[in-house]
């Protein structure tokens, strides 16, 4: 007995227009931003140069002493960013969940402040407190405070309409207020999966404030665009292998507790 293959589906016509529409946003996005493989090629000698003076990284004791106090500013201002904004992302979390608000304006209203604060960069949110309180880290710290709530209010507010509803319908029925469902039932129920969001935007939030020091915002991101400035590229160097390092552990100790707390 012989087994025919199966037969191969046409292309179906939505299928095509959207390969079509993929392919020619392509070719659109190559144009406008000027992608040229060749010009990469053709600048090696720009790159030669750049790190001829870059390398080795100057690791005298001034610079790496400068570039370590620099960090720890970097990173306590991802510090204060993320648990500053824990208070008003949480309320905004709460409003936000269909689990603890049952639609209307209160919904509405606390969807469309998380919308916005997430659709400023924090980068925006940066130079608006560097105009207004001046330059240096209390701008950075700021300016985290705004985004970090938009976006780990969304987080949060997600994560509490996954949980098992159990637990808040059988409050619900017995006459529970909404605080009470939502600080006895919603709340501890998502409250791991919370702090393993918490824990991701501290991660997320160390790095973002070394992007707020090229705008001056303070910490080690400063002192790189510094040594830009002043073509010390080999300073710049050993700025990065600083953040590096920093990066890396406060990644490392997130992962750590992120099992401690799935254990």
């Not at 095509?16 to 190559?30: I, K, Q, S």
């Not at 000698?45 to 003076?53: H, T």
């Not at 992302?89 to 402040?113: E, F």
């Amino acid at each position: 007995m012989t087994l025919t293959p199966p037969r191969r589906r046409p292309v179906t016509l939505v299928t095509g227009t959207v390969t079509v529409a993929l392919v020619a946003v392509h070719v659109l996005a190559w144009q406008a931003t000027e992608f040229s493989p060749a010009a990469l090629v053709q600048g090696w000698a720009g790159m030669a140069d750049f790190l001829g003076q870059a390398l080795p990284p100057d690791l005298s004791g001034e610079v790496l002493g400068a570039a370590v106090e620099a960090a720890l500013v970097t990173l306590y201002i991802g510090l204060l960013g993320t648990t500053l904004s824990v208070p008003s992302a949480l309320v905004l979390a709460v409003l936000a969940a269909r689990t603890t608000t049952s639609g209307g304006w209160v919904y509405q209203a606390a969807r469309t402040v998380l919308s916005f604060l997430r659709a400023v960069p924090d980068v925006v949110f940066a130079l608006v407190f560097v105009t207004a309180v001046g330059l240096g880290p209390f701008a950075g710290v700021l300016a985290l405070i705004f985004h970090n709530t938009g976006v780990m209010g969304k987080l949060w507010a997600e994560a509490m309409e996954e949980i098992d509803l159990g637990p808040r319908d059988a409050l619900r029925t017995n006459g529970a207020s909404r605080v009470q469902v939502a600080a006895h039932a919603v709340l501890p129920a998502a409250l791991p999966q919370c702090l393993g969001l918490l824990l991701y935007r501290l991660d997320v939030n160390v790095r973002s404030s070394l992007v707020l020091g090229l705008v001056g915002a303070g910490g080690i991101g400063f002192l790189i665009n510094q040594s830009i400035k002043l073509f010390r590229f080999d300073e710049m160097v050993t700025h990065l292998l600083v953040v590096l390092v920093l990066v890396v552990a406060v990644d490392q100790l997130s992962a750590l507790v992120r099992r401690r707390i799935g254990a």
